[in-house]
């Protein structure tokens, strides 16, 4: 699949989801309403605790809070549920009649669609941050958490494609969304620092791609400048990508369309 | 039987024609509310008590919620698409039956899915509410309250599309509204708090229903009574006064 291609798809979605305008102020209230919440939940937690949580102080914590949310409100979670139903109801047939890959465009329309919402919620979190909870602890790990945040998105879109492939061979796997959303939560650490499970959890969210979808930027923008954690997502979204390709594929050789 | 249960019971055969779909919903719902759970444990574990929070208390404000979300998403499932219904003129099958059209709107649709909640939170609460008769009395009278204000808030959030043409309104109630009931009131100070106790009635959802079950008193026992009937009178009233303004759309299916 051609750069130029890519690039087309993801601008036309972009565009597409921009023209929407009370999609995007729906979107821009529930990303502040979320990322409060949360951020008020762990500064209570970290009050509690004499001011710091599992290493995070409240400032800190409400950084966190503000990039795990961003990564997560800013695609359509449900994206899954999408894709089970285009596949499920044949949808899908017309668009392997086109001269291009499903996946690639179906991949870079989702993170086109994305990016737009992605931005409105970096913005509004640089003016929600400094009010809840005060400046970055870092400018340094502000800017890495930038394409950190592009990369998490981008690897929690790629592996939905991958889970939503399922679909090719059960019909009814749309309820898998919940399932994913939520691990998405405790071991992505969409919720809460990865450093605040059991040990033996954390280890094992460590090395999970999950953590790419929301504990890297939110560690990132938190202030810990950590730079080996962008190769870390880098090499995960290779490997989704490769399993997304493999489950799609296959999963287009075996599709039957009853009726048109 | 009345219309509206007659409705409700066609409701319930359409959502339990297909067995294998509703089953796995169900799972999934639960499984999904257990990761609340696990959060909840590993959050107080690492945490401790907090502005007078605790986990059992925490776990009995999930089990209030999921029960009251799971009858209000799951049996009157429709008080989340009024706005749609509104924006997009689908509502002439309901005007023309012989029925307060709310009513058959409200029972018109089960959500399987949501069924799950309902006896998630009900294990929940027996498993860890510390069950005896009156505080089972207590966790009812909860729920209850706790339907009417989201039915309530959500036919209310939803009618403004009547007035705007648009879902936004409804889309922005239903998203403030679950997220903020699902975390123990007192982590919000000042102008939020009293947000929860106004205009977004998250607080009255879970977290006072929960407190009311810990520690029984008069003041909390009124104020979600008063709660129940201002959010479903209000819900009852912008959904009647903007009938008037109705467009029909000519689409006889969804409603």
């Known amino acids: ?260 | 039987m009345s219309p509206v249960l007659a409705t409700m019971r066609t409701a319930f055969a359409e959502a339990w024609s297909n067995r294998a779909a509703f089953w796995t919903q169900v799972t999934a719902i639960v499984l999904n509310d257990v990761v609340w759970i696990v959060f909840w444990i590993l959050f107080f574990r690492r945490v401790g008590p907090m502005r007078g929070w605790d986990r059992n208390s925490v776990l009995v404000l999930l089990a209030v919620l999921a029960t009251g979300c799971g009858f209000t998403f799951g049996i009157l499932a429709n008080a989340r698409r009024i706005g749609w219904f509104a924006a997009d003129g689908d509502l002439d099958a309901a005007l023309a039956l012989p029925v307060s059209p709310l009513a058959h709107l409200l029972v018109r649709r089960v959500d399987s899915v949501h069924l799950g909640d309902i006896g998630f939170g009900v294990v929940l609460f027996l498993a860890v509410g510390d069950p005896t008769p009156a505080r089972l009395a207590v966790f009812l009278f909860g729920v209850a309250v706790s339907i009417a204000v989201m039915t309530g808030f959500l036919v209310l959030t939803g009618s403004m599309a009547f007035f705007t043409g648009r879902t936004t309104m409804a889309d922005m109630g239903f998203n403030a509204m679950m997220i903020l009931s699902s975390y123990p009131v007192d982590i919000f100070v000042g102008a939020s708090k009293v947000l929860l106790y106004s205009v977004v009635p998250a607080a009255f959802i879970a977290a006072v229903p929960a407190r009311l079950i810990g520690d029984p008193g008069l003041g909390d026992a009124v104020a979600l009574v008063v709660a129940a009937v201002v959010f479903s009178g209000a819900g009852w009233a912008a959904f009647t006064l903007g009938l008037r303004r109705y467009t029909s759309g000519a689409a006889w299916t969804r409603a």
């Open chain 1, 1 to 260: 699949m051609s750069v130029r291609l890519v690039l087309t798809a993801m601008a036309t979605a972009a565009r597409r989801n921009t023209s929407d305008r009370s999609g995007v102020l729906v979107n821009a209230v529930f990303y502040v309403v979320v990322a409060s919440v949360l951020s008020a939940l762990w500064r209570a937690a970290a009050e509690a605790n004499g001011g710091e949580i599992a290493g995070y102080t409240m400032v800190a914590i409400t950084w966190y809070a503000l990039a795990a949310e961003a990564a997560t409100v800013s695609l359509n979670m449900r994206t899954i549920e999408l894709i089970c139903d285009d596949i499920a109801s044949g949808a899908v047939e017309s668009e392997l009649l086109r001269p291009a890959p499903v996946l690639g465009v179906r991949i870079s329309m989702a993170v086109g669609a994305a990016l737009p919402r992605l931005a409105l919620c970096v913005a509004v979190a640089a003016v929600l941050g400094p009010i809840v909870g005060g400046a970055p602890p870092s400018t340094a790990g502000v800017a890495l958490a930038m394409p950190a945040l592009v990369l998490a998105v981008t690897c929690n879109l790629v592996a939905q494609h991958a889970v939503a492939s399922m679909a090719f061979w059960a019909r009814d796997v749309r309820a898998i969304w919940f399932l994913y959303q939520k691990i998405v939560f405790v071991l992505g650490g969409m919720i809460l620092p990865l450093q605040v499970l059991p040990d033996d959890l954390e280890r094992a969210a460590m090395v999970l791609p999950f953590m790419t979808m929301a504990y890297v930027p939110s560690r990132l923008a938190s202030g810990h400048v950590e730079p080996e954690l962008l190769l870390l997502q880098l090499a995960w979204l290779a490997v989704l990508l490769v399993a997304a390709h493999a489950a799609f594929g296959a999963g287009e050789r075996r599709l039957q369309v009853v009726g048109g």
